[in-house]
């Protein structure tokens, strides 16, 4: 599969737990972006990565929120002491140029 | 218009009909535009993208229409098909150099 990879699918944690969320986009694509989707909501953009450069950050993602390319390849992002309001779709997608190939989605759940 | 909230507009079309999805953008320098559907559980896939020095695309099935005046883009979908049933995203950018911005969506239920 040469698409864009992300693990896990599925997440469930406690609120106040730190969860970590891995995504491995499409070799040759130097630019790789997370979403956030919640339930009959549109993709949010929260960051994204040009080679292993962070070029922008969404105010949505608070002080909570990381998310490192340390290599220009794979990415992961991490929220730290989560809360409910936390619980949606992440979405990994990248990109050569315009259009993104995106994958699958972690589904977290904050209980 | 589209609503806001857990209810997304809803397109409900006979299977072999035409669809037509419509979008408002709200940026006047956003020159790219790009239509996505998603399926339950899945990420969004790629359908159609139309720049800004066009007001027409075709692929396969699928046509976008671009009107810069009144910032309206739509997607029609021939001969619907029950597996084009989906939530459909338009999303838009300047220059591909800003990152995708989505609208709300729209569902697409196709009647056997």
């Known amino acids: 599969d040469t698409g864009v990879s992300q693990d896990p699918r599925h997440k469930i944690t406690k609120r106040g737990q730190n969860v970590t969320f891995r995504c491995d986009p499409i070799?040759?694509?130097?630019?790789l972006y997370w979403y956030r989707q919640t339930l009959g909501q549109g993709p949010e953009f929260l960051t994204y990565?040009?080679?292993?450069?962070?070029?922008?950050k969404s105010r949505l993602l608070s002080d909570r929120f990381s998310a490192e390319r340390p290599k220009g390849s794979f990415s992961t992002l991490e929220i730290q002491r989560t809360e409910q309001g936390d619980s949606a779709m992440y979405l990994c997608?990248?990109?050569?140029?315009?259009?993104?190939?995106f994958g699958s989605g972690t589904r977290l759940t904050v209980v | 218009g589209e609503s806001v909230g857990l209810h997304l507009p809803t397109l409900s079309v006979q299977e072999g009909d035409n669809s037509i999805i419509n979008c408002a953008y709200s940026?006047?320098?956003?020159?790219?535009f790009i239509w996505y559907k998603q399926e339950s559980g899945k990420g969004p896939q790629f359908i159609i993208d139309?720049?800004?020095?066009?007001d027409k695309r075709q692929g396969q099935r699928v046509t976008v229409l671009l009107n810069k005046t009144v910032k309206h883009l739509s997607l029609q979908i021939a001969a619907t098909q029950p597996g084009d049933s989906a939530v459909y995203f338009c999303?838009?950018?300047?220059?591909?150099?800003?990152?995708?911005?989505f609208g709300k969506g729209t569902r697409l239920s196709v009647i056997a």
């Open positions: 997608a990248s990109s050569l140029q315009e259009g993104y190939t």
């Open positions: 070799s040759e694509h130097n630019r």
């Open positions: 990565f040009q080679n292993e450069a962070q070029l922008e």
């Open positions: 940026n006047s320098a956003s020159d790219y």
């Open positions: 139309i720049r800004s020095n066009m």
């Open positions: 999303a838009e950018s300047r220059s591909g150099n800003t990152p995708l911005v």
